[in-house]
């Protein structure tokens, strides 16, 4: 296995083990300022929610980081795929570009990532899969209903 290749797995694989934990709700935002935190869990079992944004009050007024938090800032680009009848079969969010270009992509639930010749597909959880796409479909009405669709 190339370098290349081992360095896109392990991202395709941390961006659908990030998705899951959004997903499980284990994400959660400084209320005050919005930062992002993780929960991690040191070897002596010690939980702490990373990083420390250092606003004062943040221990009392943390929020779930969203899905929505989630599109909204650590997504490029969103692409839907719409059936004939207006129904939304699939989301595509652009999570990478540049360097290796990596896309979250429900249609295949799953993350596939490129870089040069080389590419990678890990699997998404279910339920990384249900919540991107209840998302999408939340977002996706405004458009359709606006009839910017053809029929
Ligand atoms: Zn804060």
Redesign the pocket.
């Known amino acids: 296995m190339s370098d290349t290749l081992r360095k896109l797995e392990t991202m395709c694989r941390s961006y659908a083990e990030d998705l899951d934990e959004i997903a499980r709700g284990e994400v959660k935002k ?1 209320a ?2 919005d ?1 992002r935190y993780t929960k991690r869990v040191s070897k002596n079992g010690a939980a702490a929610w990373k990083p420390d ?3 004062a009050k ?1 221990k009392g007024i943390k929020t779930e980081y969203t899905v929505a938090d989630y599109v909204e800032n650590d997504v490029y680009d969103v692409n839907y795929t719409i059936a004939r009848d207006g129904g939304l079969i699939g989301v595509s969010l652009m999570v990478a570009g540049g360097g290796p270009n990596i896309y979250v992509d429900t249609n295949v639930k799953s993350v596939k990532g490129f870089w040069g010749g080389e590419e990678f597909e890990y699997p998404l959880s279910g339920r990384a899969v249900y919540v991107l796409e209840e998302e999408a479909e939340y977002m996706v009405a405004p458009l359709l209903a606006g009839g910017g669709w053809i029929r």
């Open positions: 400084c005050d300022c930062t944004c250092g606003c943040r």
